[in-house]
């Protein structure tokens, strides 16, 4: 049985004080969550807000998580973070392939793939994102593009621990946008990105391996999408920055 993970990806939203506001009232609304257990709660903050955001969590279980970081552990890299300074800072999770990192700057499967390996082999968890584009997806390619991007993301993984890789599957067209896939759609979908992970790795990983779904997540559908039995959780960008209704989509009704 996959236990369910709902995690926020905050994007660049929230100041260091802002963010912990926020957390407060998460801690709040969800206390009663951990007792439930039946759903793990990730806040991904930006860099700046990560070490206070921890600090105002402590005595909960919700985890906090990056929205990207360095391959490499050190080095000469103006402006980057590496996995040992996400690490030190608490850090389990780390959104990885982000379609907006993928777009805007110039991260490619092949960079997404050294970033998997190296969150792995530093102890931290990926949340590998994928996701077909409008014009991939009406030009049916939605099948080869996420298959293509779960292959080469995972590539040359170590098979040991690989089970707790999460995988997202967010259509680039859902993101942000008010639009979703359907539920049955993202189900699908996520049924292939499952063979695929099960092609790279074997077929107990990938019945193991929780996949979320992502793109305009809200308090209003995310039952569709839970009720799925491939759909393992929800990224949430835009509801997750505010805590009720993030707290809505945590809440197991
Ligand atoms: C995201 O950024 O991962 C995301 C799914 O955003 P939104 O929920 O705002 O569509």
């Not at 929230?14 to 709660?41: F, M, P």
């Not at 980057?80 to 030190?88: C, G, V």
Request: glycine share 10%; hydrophobic share 40%; charged share 25%.
């Amino acid at each position: 049985m996959r236990r369910r993970i709902i995690a926020g990806n905050w994007k660049m939203n929230k100041t260091r004080d802002e963010a912990v506001d926020l957390v407060g009232d998460l801690k709040e609304s969800l206390a009663d969550v951990g007792d439930v257990g039946d759903v793990e709660v990730v806040v991904c903050p930006p860099f700046t807000a990560l070490d206070a955001v921890r600090e105002a969590l402590r005595g909960s279980n919700i985890e906090i998580g990056a929205q990207n970081m360095h391959w490499e552990d050190e080095g000469a890299f103006t402006g980057e973070i590496s996995p040992l300074m996400l690490k030190n800072l608490g850090c389990v999770y780390v959104i990885l392939g982000h379609s907006e990192r993928r777009t805007y700057f110039g991260e490619t499967d092949e960079s997404v793939n050294r970033k998997v390996k190296s969150a792995m082999s530093n102890g931290l968890l990926p949340i590998v994102c994928v996701g077909e584009t409008l014009e991939e997806r009406e030009a049916g390619k939605t099948e080869a593009v996420v298959v293509r991007q779960t292959k080469a993301a995972l590539a040359g993984v170590k098979t040991n621990g690989a089970e707790r890789i999460v995988m997202a599957y967010e259509p680039v067209w859902a993101i942000g946008t008010g639009r979703t896939a359907s539920a049955d759609e993202a189900n699908r979908v996520i049924r292939i990105i499952r063979q695929a992970v099960a092609e790279v790795f074997n077929e107990r990983i990938a019945q193991e391996v929780r996949i979320q779904y992502g793109g305009s997540v809200k308090p209003q559908n995310i039952a569709d999408f839970l009720g799925q039995p491939e759909i393992d959780g929800a990224l949430v960008g835009g509801a997750s920055l505010d805590a009720a209704s993030f707290a809505a989509i945590v809440k197991p009704r």
